[in-house]
Nanobody, 120 residues
Framework: VQLQASGGGLVQPGGSLRLSCAAS????????IGWFRQAPGKEREGVSC??????YYADSVKGRFTISRDNAKNTVYLQVNRLKPEDTAVYYC????????????????WGKGTQVTVSS
């Protein structure tokens, strides 16, 4: 089981990125996939999640971030728009623990993160 996050970079405030989480070793459609982020000196926080039955967005990103999945490519995307400096963090994707489970069942496999830096 592997997850690989990519697509981060340096963007100006108000800019956009599309983050990708490529999964291998399992069928992505069967699991919840979450996006998390951790900024320097801060705890990791859940940003968004998608499963076959539920999903969520953190209040701080609602209306700006959109999660989607392409089962044919075994990839989950996070479109991040109207970026703010406070969105600067390492973004990680993770897999839910339960086959057919929800976003609230916990995560077991984590990918290496991708850095998003929002600065002028």
């Amino acid at each position: 089981v592997q997850l690989q996050a990519s697509g981060g970079g340096l963007v100006q405030p108000g800019g956009s990125l599309r983050l990708s989480c490529a999964a291998s070793g399992f069928t992505l459609d069967y699991y919840a996939i979450g996006w998390f982020r951790q900024a320097p000196g801060k705890e990791r926080e859940g940003v968004s999640c998608i499963s076959s039955s539920d999903g969520y967005y953190a209040d701080s990103v609602k209306g700006r971030f959109t999660i989607s999945r392409d089962n044919a490519k075994n990839t989950v995307y996070l479109q991040v728009n109207r970026l703010k400096p406070e969105d600067t963090a390492v973004y990680y994707c993770a897999r839910g623990t339960v086959v057919g489970g929800t976003c609230y069942d916990g995560m077991d496999y984590w990918g290496k993160g991708t850095q998003v830096t929002v600065s002028s």
